[in-house]
């Protein structure tokens, strides 16, 4: 299955954490526009961010079922160094569905630290893009 990936997206991203009694709001770990484009055959480019940051994406998308990407975003916030990687999958449509879009749901990692050591390297969120 081929999949289109350039365009558009809603990019949110969670903190894991199994605390139930959490507010919601409190798991927010990121939120900004995904672009993607496809400068070549498999490969993924394009940026994510949002006000006061930007990331420069680089990766590959491979076909399956379901289709999987994975990237690495990599920016200079602030002055310092930021390095995420992304593994994500596009979410199978319902037979069923209504007003269903294009989803791709996945895991980050940050890569390298930064705010001076507040942002520890190896930390894991869960992310979801949606099409806009």
Do not use: K
């Amino acid at each position: 299955m081929t999949v289109d990936f350039t365009g558009t997206w809603a990019y949110r991203s969670l903190v894991n954490s199994p605390d139930l009694t959490l507010p919601f709001n409190d798991l927010a770990f990121g939120a900004g526009t995904l672009e993607l484009t496809e400068p070549a055959a498999c490969d993924i480019g394009g940026t994510l961010g949002g006000p006061g940051w930007s990331l420069v994406l680089s990766g590959t998308a491979t076909p399956g079922e379901p289709p999987r990407l994975r990237w690495q975003g990599r920016g200079t916030i602030g002055g310092e160094l930021w390095v995420y990687d992304y593994l994500g999958y596009l979410v199978p449509h319902w037979e069923n569905g209504v007003g269903q879009t294009d989803t791709i749901v996945g895991s980050i990692v940050r890569s390298v630290p930064h705010s001076d050591g507040q942002a520890e390297a190896g930390v894991t969120a869960t992310f979801f893009a949606v099409r806009a």
